[in-house]
């Protein structure tokens, strides 16, 4: 399967003036994740940790799209907080599940559930 061209998203200017770029996350990088954890014990983490902090620290790039956290288990580690909170608040306004989609979600799946019988 060819890989999926992504472009860069940014500069985000983050709270403490320092500038990083993103890429959106695809399927495969969630993947990537949920092994790296498995092989290494963490499922407890795995669900808060994937969302919250691993996937937005998996899709950071430079401004040519190259991946600038090769462990993204720890890439905020000396990041400052307000950064960390930040970073995570854009990503997940780009690439987080909103309401809209969960309506549309629920519309598309009724068309398969059986309908209700009229009373």
Excluded: H
Excluded at 37 to 60: H, I, S, T, V
Aim: charged share 25%; net charge negative; proline share 8%.
């Amino acid at each position: 399967m060819p890989e999926t061209k992504r472009q860069p998203i940014g500069p985000i200017k983050l709270p403490s003036g320092r500038e990083v770029y993103c890429l959106e996350p695809l399927g495969s990088d969630r993947m990537a994740i949920m092994s790296r954890a498995l092989a290494e014990g963490r499922q407890a983490d795995m669900m808060f940790m994937m969302n919250g902090y691993w996937l937005p620290a998996k899709c950071l790039c430079d401004k040519d799209g190259k991946f600038t956290a090769p462990d993204y288990f720890t890439a905020f580690s000396d990041w400052p907080d307000r950064d960390v909170q930040f970073y995570r608040a854009v990503f997940d306004e780009l690439f987080g599940w909103q309401i809209e989609d969960a309506q549309a979600a629920k519309e598309a799946a009724a068309r398969f559930l059986p309908k209700a019988p009229a009373s």
